[in-house]
């Protein structure tokens, strides 16, 4: 029985196996954190954080494009949807797909000459990170610095207008688990082969017949989508629109997670983003008040650390650790 | 829009000129070490936040106008570069890009955190200078600490660009830049070359930053700002020298005049951006440079 | 003789003041085994990225079975059924052997596990060891990757293969079963191939007919032994080295 469901949803067992225990922890955190309003909360910023990064993952990981502008696309989905729930009253579960759309949209707006006109590595990071200032320009030339306040709404699952933490957390870790769940998908499909192909050697995945430009856009395409929809959640949480959404600090930071998660491998990425962010909290916590800043000063420090001696990141030890766990025989083929 | 005055147009296209020959020089550094090392840095905007801490502290210390403490931070800084290029940036030479920015970001959230630890987050600017006088053209007016950055970092690029040319020192660096491996076979000790190299580019950003202190004031996200902005001059400048820096800062500059005329301040860094999109999409290789 | 599969007509390439290949015609026909041969900076890398789409000749026309082809890009190109490897490798470090090629066979057949059998079969007939085929790209020798290179090629099921010296580095007896290998693929896969190598033995041995450039022109062509005494070519190679 699993092993057919393994198959329809396109998994191996062990890697459904693996995400079904996910799905299991990650529903029995806020019972373990005995539902502590400011721990869940926490939690739910975890959350977050690596399902923007999962989203990233995709771009950065498996198309080894170094894309900085997860923040703008996020952004997109957040003000599409809070601005029609806060001017029309429309419910962000139809807001969030149209925000996700408008994402994908400048994405490919974006995407198509950059990646017309070959642009690689830093030159595409630098124009990302410009990409999150742009609109950030362009949304403060419409609005302003003012802030809009979108107010609660009832009946609260049809405005998703929470007064507690839980079900926002609850929402983003099934988007954690559904954007592993499409990382995986694409990783063992053509898409996923193709994009390897290009992350590695973009002339001869061409010469291979890989149309790169396309892919490349693809990839891009369900990056942004992902990261509009978990824009439209997070607007739901936080309540407040603002310019202040397009923030280029947290496309680099999501980009980094990523690195630091070892690029291409799902799980170190989600892995990162759960310690590196938990850590932030925690330190932030500790000594952020006293020392504001620290936290983030650690998080370079790391960030240089991996880089310097382990530039193949958590996704090594992962790896390590996995083949201490189920040593398997090398040589032998699937 | 608005029809626009020709004399308030005028007046913020030779604030632009200003502007963008400090631009340049805050770039210039970002350029020699991209186009000599290949290396891709993405602090070099919070060196330039670093030293203006640092023209801060000595300023109110010693009591000294901020751009005479340039005589001193410059010197600090080429070892700062140094002891960076030796600890971290060594280990990444010829690593992939990614790993570089990995590695330069991680440095840049130290850089920035340090500073914020330091110096919370309020702005510090040094209260005195000795250029507070605005100095009156015809029909121009212009802030002369504006006229004294823009004059200095216009005499700094030009001693880099005689000393690239003129001196063994430079030959060696506009080598390796070239061609690595025949640089070494011409006997010339690149690590050596890449240390100083990375020490000048670093030590440049203080200059920048002295003169930036003259008339705006350090906080710890300075860095963003001006690490965009020196990238997209080096995109535009290609490794074209530093004439090709110097034309694009001075382009940086204008557009930046021109939207704030057009459109107002909002659209400040909205115009420097676009304009690095079309740059690059269309002239990949920079406008002035070769490669 | 058959009728040409391939016809290089009067290409011309520059890279600045260097003219790479400089009116260049030739024709290749249906199955048959093209030796290209030249002296180092001939032009034949050169010519083949011209014929793969990776540059666009300044002139002339490439045509291939009666269509044109001149300027298409290098997917489109492989899509009409030619293939090449590299003379400098190009790996795909972080795949395993099987996956590269996979990646090859996935132009024709969109099923990820049914391409990965067809990989699977190819890199047995070319005689990969089983035993490397979990290996990443960045752990395998530059010998093998010559012939995971060619692997992946294949599983494109070409119409034509650009072999940029596959041989290169190969020990006498390697080269002997490259050649055997080569033979045999192409009667599997009813292919031609055109051979740039530099191990004369090598190439003459496998060709049936050789095309000689030198400055970026064609100055001879024939069956190997002219080819081989023909004293243009032979003053073209004493310039730089001894056949
Ligand atoms: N991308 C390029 N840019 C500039 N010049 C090039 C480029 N590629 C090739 N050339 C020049 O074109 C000429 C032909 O080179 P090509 O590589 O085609 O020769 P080749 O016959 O393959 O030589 P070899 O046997 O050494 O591989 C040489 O002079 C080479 O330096
Ligand atoms: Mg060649």
């Known amino acids: 029985m699993p092993g057919v469901l393994a198959k329809k949803l396109a998994l191996t067992k062990e890697r459904l196996y693996g995400l079904i225990g996910l799905a299991i922890v990650l529903a029995l955190v806020p019972v373990f954190l005995g539902f502590n309003f400011y721990y869940v909360l926490l939690a739910t910023n975890v959350m977050l954080a690596a399902s923007l990064v999962a989203a990233w993952n995709i771009i950065g990981g498996y198309a080894g494009q170094l894309d900085l502008a997860a923040s703008a696309y996020m952004a997109l989905g957040a003000v599409v949807t809070g601005h029609l729930l806060a001017s029309y009253g429309l419910t962000p579960w139809i807001g969030m797909f149209l925000g996700a759309g408008l994402a994908v949209t400048v994405a490919v707006l974006v995407g198509y000459p950059t990646f017309r006109f070959g642009i690689k590595e830093v030159w595409y990071a630098l124009l990302t990170s410009a990409l999150v200032v742009i609109l950030m320009r362009i949304y403060y030339l419409i609005y302003g610095s003012f802030e809009t306040y979108i107010p609660h709404m009832e009946p609260e699952w049809l405005y998703l207008s929470f007064r507690r933490y839980e079900v926002y957390y609850y929402l983003l870790a099934a988007m954690v688990v559904i954007i592993i769940w499409i990382n995986l998908k694409i990783k063992s499909s053509k898409l996923g082969y193709y994009l390897a192909a290009i992350r590695e050697d973009e002339l001869a995945a061409e010469a291979l017949g890989i149309d790169v430009r396309r892919y490349k856009l693809y990839a891009l395409m369900i990056y942004a989508a992902l990261a509009g929809i978990i824009g439209g959640i997070y607007i739901t949480l936080t309540g407040i629109l603002s310019y202040r959404l397009f923030d280029p600090w947290l496309g680099i930071v999501t980009a980094v997670m990523g690195i630091v998660g070892g690029l291409g491998s799902i799980e170190g990425a989600v892995l990162a983003a759960v310690i590196l962010r938990s850590l932030e909290e925690y330190l932030r916590g500790a000594i952020g008040a006293t020392y504001p800043g620290s936290h983030l000063l650690v998080y370079g420090l790391i960030l240089i650390i991996v880089g310097v001696l382990k530039p193949e990141g958590l996704a090594s030890l992962i790896r390590y650790v996995k083949n201490k766990l189920f040593y398997r025989k090398r040589e032998e083929v699937k | 829009m608005m029809a626009i005055d020709p004399s308030l147009l005028l007046q913020n296209i030779v604030n632009g000129v200003f502007t963008g020959l400090l631009y340049s020089l805050v770039a210039l550094g970002l350029a020699l070490i991209f186009g000599v090392m290949d290396i891709i840095n993405f602090a070099h905007g919070d060196f330039v936040m670093v030293g203006a801490y640092l023209t801060f502290v000595l300023a109110t210390t010693f009591m000294i106008d901020p751009s005479l403490t340039a005589f001193i931070t410059m010197p600090i800084f080429f070892v700062f570069g140094i002891v960076i290029y030796k600890l971290i940036i060594e280990r990444v030479l010829g690593a992939e890009p990614l790993i570089q920015i990995a590695v330069t970001v991680g440095l840049l959230m130290v850089l920035r955190n340090l500073a914020l630890m330091i110096f919370h987050a309020e702005p510090k600017g040094v209260p005195f200078t000795m250029f507070t006088q605005p100095i009156t053209l015809g029909p121009i007016t212009i802030a002369s600490s504006r006229l004294v950055a823009g004059i200095v970092s216009l005499v700094a690029l030009g001693l880099v660009h005689m000393l690239l040319t003129r001196t063994k020192w430079g030959i060696a660096m506009r080598a390796t830049a070239d061609d690595r491996e025949v640089a070494e076979l011409m006997g010339i000790n690149v690590k050596r070359v890449y240390a100083v190299t990375f020490g000048l580019g670093t030590s440049l950003t203080a200059l920048a930053a002295a003169l930036i202190m003259t008339f705006s004031r350090a906080d710890p996200y300075l860095g963003l700002l001006y690490g965009l902005l020196s990238w997209v001059i080096v995109a535009m400048g290609g490794l074209g020298g530093v004439i090709g820096v110097l034309a694009s800062g001075l382009i940086i500059g204008i557009i930046e005049a021109l939207g704030i005329t057009i459109v107002g301040a909002g659209a400040r860094e909205l115009f420097i951006y676009l304009t690095f999109f079309f740059i690059l999409w269309f002239r990949p290789r920079g406008l002035f440079g070769k490669r | ?243």
Request: aromatic content about 4%; charged content about 30%.
């Open chain 3, 1 to 243: 003789m058959p009728q040409p599969i391939l016809r290089v007509e009067d290409v011309v390439k520059r890279f600045g003041g260097i003219i790479a290949v400089n009116h260049m015609s030739m024709e290749v026909y249906k199955n048959e085994i093209l030796g290209l041969i030249g002296p180092n900076g001939a032009g034949k890398t050169t010519l083949f990225n011209c014929i793969t789409g990776v540059y666009k000749p300044e002139e002339g026309r490439i045509i291939f079975q009666n269509e044109d082809i001149t300027g298409l890009p290098p997917h489109v190109i492989i899509q009409k059924g030619i293939a090449r490897t590299w003379q400098k490798v190009r790996p795909f470090k972080k795949l395993t052997v099987l996956e590269a090629v996979t990646v090859g066979a996935l132009l024709r057949i969109p099923d990820v596990d049914e391409a990965r059998e067809t990989a699977k079969e190819i890199l047995e007939f070319i005689g990969i060891d089983k035993s490397r085929w979990n290996r990443l790209g960045s752990e395998i020798t530059l010998i093998e990757h010559k012939l995971v290179d060619l692997a992946r090629a294949l599983a494109t099921r070409p119409k034509l293969i650009l072999l940029d010296e596959v041989a290169a580095g190969l020990r006498p007896h390697e080269m002997d079963e490259l050649a055997k290998v080569l033979l045999k693929v192409r009667e599997e896969y009813k292919l031609t191939l055109i051979v740039v190598e530099h191990v004369m033995r090598f190439v003459m041995g496998l060709s049936e007919r050789i095309v000689v450039m030198h400055e970026g022109k064609k100055i001879a062509e024939g069956r190997p032994e002219e080819v081989a005494n023909n004293p243009r070519v032979v003053e073209a190679y004493l310039g730089t080295k001894p056949l």
